[in-house]
């Protein structure tokens, strides 16, 4: 069953026209003719789960704003930069109107009056084609005072970003959006307490956001049916790397994950096998071949010792040395760290040299121990979730590919001709491992 | 990804081995108290506005406007952040503060094309940092490629699945081999659309129910 990517490839789905013929803006009419308590109440029984990463149930998310008539907003995050992640992107490029007509009933149903799309600074055209959307919303009384002459009114502003992966972490979106670093904020208090501008603010990702219209159509009994009982519905996947048909493929929650890298994308090329694959953007723990039929939902995935995350999907063949990945995934989070936590700025530039150390040969036995440690002393112990996104992926890997990490080292070691490196034989000695 | 820019103490930060000038009298809003307030270019200022209105908070304004700025001049030099700070009634030093930590907003002169190669896990999976490479050395041998090129490593840019890519002033192309760059790097100094038939705009979904 499609709902997001339906008919997505429809020349001319990207203008109100083309939504409108449709079907488009049908939902918020219907949403609008119930009160906010019934329409919060049809989130909620949909069993919709956030799309960004968390996974957090979003009817749960918007009653936790208060009630009342103070300033209350509504954000939407669309700085989608989880490597390996790009279904918002085709979501908003092709099919601007359903993000749009989301917000409008998420904001009717938690009752924030001013709402901000705050769009990666990356993607020009994406923010270009919403911007034209919003002008036509905005024209047909879809967006503005009193949408459709009833009381809900809403403004809507397109803010983009200028680069920053961390801005993707919703409290460090909301200094971003205050027009500051984007550095994360402590919590509690939570974003729907006080969020943008101190006032309570409700948060969701593009997808999720633009998946209300379908459960508003179909009703919230309707949409908890596909998909499985802890994960209810569609899912856009975002599949990339070593398979053959990258891309976004939609399916309901809870297939197996071969029919999703096999069936969907191809499998890996000719001739190549699947050593690890990250389920969830390259911050999930990797899971491998033996892995691949589990049910791909966010409670199995939890099982099996990862996530769903995002749900981007990211295929490693046996051509890649392991050590390669690792490196790339702890440099990125290295690059990105803001630096407001200690161990998430100096955990992630640690496990880099750590790194570099067994790629030169210059690593002791016990320095794959002390990565180790070093991940999860950073799990847990930071404000944002930035340097746990790379320390479960590398502390996953540690834990699968050990014997590959030090065959890799002896090799580098080998190769330069020497017994023990001058940095490892300080340690070796301290250690009686020379004498031996 | 390009090497952290050090400075010749070996810090990347600015004269942290400079004392600190007592003597300066503390920075002010250019404009305002006195203080001279720099030329405007008025569609600058006109711009910068707008973005002003559509917030219930001023500062919010920054990331828009720096681009604004940036797009006039090139990148976020000191007289860009005066004009910018003199419109949105804040400090340069605040607008410093938050240029520098944004990827996209330039604190050093760069190329005037951008071009941005992701580097990141699924793009240097599919060979992008051969790409990164070439696309460097043909622009540093290409004539003022200095100035008509600011090539660089990217993160993750969203576009996995035509990986290895790149964003051209903004435009993506890909999946793109290194026998590519050097129409990219011409289609982008002579500013036509770059490699037409690579762009992501005209992609279809890879869903095959997808469909029209």
Known sequence: MKLLLKGIDEPGLNTLEVYERRGGYQSLRKALAMTPEELLEQLKTSGLRGRGGAGFAMGTKVSFLPKGSMDKFLV???????PGTFKDRELMQKTPHSLIEGIVIAS???????????????YVLQADILDAALREARAAGYVGEHV????????????????????????????????KRGNPRLKPPFPAIQGLYQGPTLINNVETLATVPSIVALGGDEYAKLGVETSTGTKVVSISGHVQRPGNYEVELGIPSRELIYGLAG???EGRQVKCWFPGGSSSPVLKAEDLDVPYDFNSMAQAGSMLGSGAVIVVDDSTPILEVAMKVAKFYRHESCGKCTPCREGTNWTVKMLERIDAGEATPMDLDIMASVQDHIIGNCLCVLGDAMAMPIGSMIEKFREEFEAHNEAARMRRGRGASPASEGVLAAHGALDA | MTAVRRFEHGSRVPGWDAAVDLEKDPAEIPGVGGSPAPEVPAELRAEIEGHLALYPDRHSAALPALAAAQRLHGWCSPEALEQVACVMRVTPAYLESVATFYDMLETQPVGRHSVYVCTNISCSLRGADALLE?????????????AEFNVRGFECLGACDIAPMASVDGVYVGPLSTADVPQLLDDARAGRPVLPEKQLALRPCADPEAGA
């Open chain 1, 76 to 82: 939407c995050n669309a700085d989608e930069s989880e």
């Open chain 2, 134 to 146: 070439a696309m460097q050395r043909a622009a540093d041998a290409a004539p003022d490629g200095a």
């Open chain 1, 108 to 122: 009717y149903a938690a009752g924030t009056g001013r709402a901000y799309i705050y769009i990666r600074g990356e």
């Open chain 1, 148 to 179: 459709l002459g009833s009381e809900h009114s809403v403004s809507l502003v397109v803010h983009r970003g200028a680069g920053a992966y961390i801005c993707g972490e919703e409290t460090g979106l909301l200094d971003s959006l205050e027009g």
């Open chain 1, 267 to 269: 499998g890996p090329p």
